[in-house]
Every structure is written in C-alpha cells, then in structure tokens.
C-alpha cells in the first residue's frame, strides 16, 4: 500500500452488522490502522484505538442461547461507588471499553450512573483480558491502566472484572436508553454494552444526577490525593491542553480541528484571568508533549506567568484538576473526567463541545461569559475579585 502522501489514511476491516435490540454474542473484533506522515516526515502508525471497544468476549443470553453457558452468580466483593440495590433486584453488567484510560472511565463512570438511575445492583465488567494483555495504549499496559481507574473510582477495578467463561445473562442492551428505562423484571442479570460512543453525541447525560456525582467524589481518593504543585493560600486554576496525541500533518490536525483548540484562545483567556483574578492567582497547566509539540512550544504560556507542567503523572494531573478552584477543560476525555470530580468551578469552551454538564461554564471565543466565573468563584470559595 503507497501511504507517501499527506493527510491520513484508513485501512478499516468493517465489522458485522448488529442485531437492532439485543443480541446473543456482541460485535466481532474489528481493527483499524491510522498512517499519518508528520512534520518530520516520519510515518506514525496508531492501532486499534476506539475500535478496541468491540473487543467483546463470548457470552449467551437467555433469549438465544449458545453453546453450554454458565448463569452468571459473580458480585463484586468490595466496591464503594457499585449501586447495590436490594436483594432481589436486577445485577446489572457492563462490556468494558480497551482504549485510553480517561474513555475507559467515560465508559466505567456512565454504566454506573446508569446502575444507580435505574436501582440495579452492578455486577462488574465483562472484560476480554486476552486482548487487553497484549495491547498498550496510550504508553500504558492494561495493569497500570486499572491500577489508575481504581484511584479515581476508590474501588479495585481488577476485581470488577468478570473473567467467568461463557457467561450467560438474562437479557443483553445494546447501548444505554436515552431518557427511558429498560424492562427489568423478572431478570436476574443482564448485560449492557455502550457502544462506545463520543461524548459530544451522547444523550444520558442527564444521569450523572448531583447525588450519583456526590457518591462518586466520596469515593474517589483523588480529591484526598496530594496536589503539591498548589503552594500558596490564593485561587488556583487548573488548564489542561490536548496536544500530545494531536498530530500534526501537512495539510490539518488528526484526530481533527474540534480537539486542536488554538493556542490564541488560550492566551486571550489567560490575559483575561489575570485582569480578572489578579496577578496572585496561580495558574497551571497541564498538558503532554510530542514532536509536533515540544516543551518550547509552551513558551507563551510560560511568559504569561503560567506554570506548565508536561508529561506528568496521571494521577497527580487529575488531583490538581479535581481540587483546583477552577479547571478549565479541554475537549477531551482525560480533563473531561477531571471535571466530573471538581465540585468548583469548571468551564467548556462552547465552539469545542465535548459533554457539558449542566453547571458547568460554557465559554463563547469571545469569553463575554467570564463574569460566570467570577460568580462561581465568589459562590464556591466566598473568595472576591
């Protein structure tokens, strides 16, 4: 195959088609390989990224059965954020996702609102541990991926995972109900695949309810999680940048010009923080490095009195984020479930959508909504500008 040539190319080996309501095994491996040629005219290969959703091991559900499956009696023994409903309630389980972390938890944190919003027990993850064990995504093994979803969610999340072989479950959704319930009674298990889809496209938002998102902040050890870089009594703003996964090409930007927020937008943001909030704010951001984004390309931040913090560890970068009096999120899911533990101050920038939560501050390019900001921060920290 000749890739000599600007711009992306997708070679996509398509999956089956599914069945419309339920089914009795799950989409098949699908795979997909991205070739970008970058600045440096090296050739950067990307694979399987979001196709790692259909990574779906075998099962069988009642209404199709397959094969000599086995009823699912799994519970998890210890998890703080897993809704337990009563005894003899539906156990609802969830076909985990295999890419980044922060879609991981995208993925994690919906299936159990949607537990809690729907008063079923959770079960745990139905997890293809063979494909997982062999991939690394993002510079990360599937070891030190869980390892980081259990700080955030405050369970294990390795002992969520339900390993049993052929599983059967009662009956099997594909895709969360959008402002509907499913019928549960007379279930015992059943079976829930998300379909992976983008934050911006989702429409069960509305379960992240205020109770669900208190729960999931008692749980969390982030918020308790030590955030050293905040060395000072005065507001604390947190800004992550999406760049290192952002590839930069001859002709646009991969994955594509709604996650490239320009670095004028930000500086003009910056500049207004600092005539709003004053010179004693510290200001901090986030962000990772590559070769279409090296550590000097930052330098303007850095002249605008911003302390920049690159190629960080995951975990400190979320406790700055979720304890900051105000974070500014990027259109990405890393910052994006950052915010869901913030109980401040967060903002969006509303020309990039990315799933706003309704409190959330939604910024226009022309920031004429920084007076939000203010409020907010008089509410929440009793602190004025």
């Known amino acids: 195959?000749?890739?000599?040539?600007?711009?992306?190319?997708?070679?996509?080996?398509?999956?089956?088609?599914?069945?419309?309501?339920?089914?009795?095994?799950?989409?098949?491996?699908?795979?997909?390989?991205?070739?970008?040629?970058?600045?440096?005219?090296?050739l950067d290969q990307h694979m399987p990224l979001i196709h790692a959703c259909h990574h779906v091991p075998h099962h069988s559900c009642r209404s199709r059965e397959v094969g000599t499956s086995t009823e699912v009696t799994?519970?998890?023994?210890?998890?703080?954020?897993?809704?337990?409903?009563?005894?003899?309630?539906?156990?609802?389980?969830?076909?985990?996702?295999?890419?980044?972390?922060g879609e991981?938890?995208?993925s994690a944190v919906m299936y159990l609102a949607f537990a809690s919003f729907s008063n079923l027990s959770f079960g745990g993850f139905l997890y293809n541990s063979s494909f997982d064990d062999e991939q690394n995504i993002?510079?990360?093994?599937?070891?030190?991926?869980?390892?980081?979803?259990?700080?955030?969610?405050?369970s294990n999340v390795s002992q969520l995972n339900l390993r049993s072989s052929d599983p059967r479950f009662d009956r099997c959704?594909?895709?969360?109900p959008e402002g509907r319930t499913l019928a549960m009674k007379g279930l015992k298990s059943v079976l829930v695949y998300d379909q992976c889809r983008a934050l911006s496209l989702r429409k069960?938002?509305?379960l992240l309810s205020q109770p669900f998102l208190k729960a999931l902040r008692q749980s969390t050890q982030l918020l308790r999680h030590r955030a050293d870089f905040f060395c000072s009594r005065h507001l604390k703003v947190a800004i992550h940048l999406r760049?290192?996964?952002?590839?930069?090409?001859?002709?646009?930007?991969?994955?594509?010009?709604?996650?490239?927020?320009?670095?004028?937008?930000y500086m003009n943001l910056l500049r207004l923080l600092r005539q709003l909030l004053g010179s004693a704010t510290e200001i901090h951001i986030f962000s990772?490095?590559?070769?279409?984004?090296?550590?000097?390309?930052?330098?303007?931040?850095?002249?605008?009195?911003?302390?920049?913090?690159?190629?960080?560890?995951?975990?400190?970068?979320?406790?700055?984020?979720?304890?900051?009096?105000?974070?500014?999120?990027?259109?990405?899911?890393?910052?994006?479930?950052?915010?869901?533990?913030?109980?401040?101050?967060v903002v969006a920038l509303k020309s990039y959508p990315f799933g706003y939560l309704p409190k959330w501050i939604r910024l226009s390019d022309d920031l004429n909504e920084a007076d939000h900001i203010l409020s907010c921060i008089h509410q929440k920290t009793n602190m004025k500008f």
């Not at 510079?139 to 955030?152: K, R």
Request: a negative charge; hydrophobic letters at 45%.
């Open 74 to 101: 799994f519970l998890p023994s210890s998890c703080s954020i897993c809704p337990q409903a009563t005894a003899a309630s539906t156990t609802m389980f969830a076909v985990a996702r295999y890419d980044g972390v």
């Open 104 to 106: 991981r938890l995208v």
């Open 243 to 265: 760049r290192g996964d952002i590839l930069r090409t001859t002709r646009s930007w991969w994955p594509g010009k709604d996650r490239m927020v320009p670095d004028s937008l």
């Open 173 to 176: 959704w594909r895709g969360l």
């Open 138 to 154: 993002h510079g990360m093994n599937a070891a030190s991926t869980l390892d980081i979803m259990s700080v955030y969610l405050g």
């Open 1 to 42: 195959m000749n890739v000599g040539y600007a711009g992306l190319v997708l070679l996509h080996r398509f999956a089956t088609m599914f069945p419309t309501c339920y089914s009795s095994v799950f989409p098949p491996e699908s795979d997909a390989i991205f070739f970008s040629r970058v600045d440096e005219g090296e």
């Open 204 to 206: 069960d938002l509305f």
């Open 288 to 345: 990772v490095t590559s070769k279409s984004f090296p550590s000097t390309s930052f330098n303007s931040y850095r002249h605008l009195g911003a302390q920049v913090h690159l190629d960080g560890d995951i975990l400190e970068d979320w406790a700055h984020m979720a304890q900051a009096d105000v974070l500014i999120v990027a259109p990405s899911a890393f910052s994006w479930v950052a915010g869901l533990l913030n109980s401040k101050c």
